[in-house]
Nanobody
């Protein structure tokens, strides 16, 4: 049974920082599996959008235009965990953040399309407010 559990969300003031984590169980991260990982977010009344994505080996990353330069995605395959470090947070970053696994990842291109991902976590709320 595959499970993704996000953590690290919460309330933060504008300009603040957060680090989200996503622990994956039921899958093994390795060069044989090549699982890509992604972070997405969805705000009330808006469509789900990509925040960041990373290839299984970490060689390639991709970021959404609205967060580029303010977030960093990373992963620790030994711990089956992916991270999202967010800085200079803005009110418009308020959303539920989801991590996801792409079972058909490759070595060179981080997948940005939500419909390419196979498993999703339940999400963690990030609220940016003073």
């Amino acid at each position: 049974q595959v499970q993704l559990v996000e953590s690290g969300g919460g309330l933060v003031q504008p300009g603040g920082s957060l680090r989200l984590s996503c622990a994956v169980s039921g899958l093994t991260f390795s060069r044989y599996s090549r699982y890509g990982m992604g972070w997405f977010r969805q705000a009330p009344g808006k469509e789900r959008e990509v925040v960041a994505a990373i290839t299984w080996n970490g060689f390639s990353t991709s970021y959404g235009d609205s967060v580029k330069g303010r977030v960093t995605i990373s992963r620790d395959n030994a711990k089956n965990t992916v991270y999202l470090a967010m800085n200079s947070l803005k009110r418009e970053d308020t959303a539920v953040y989801y991590c996801a696994v792409d079972l058909h990842g490759n070595d060179y291109t981080a997948e940005r399309r939500a419909n390419a991902y196979d498993y999703w976590g339940q999400g963690t709320q990030v609220t940016v407010s003073s």
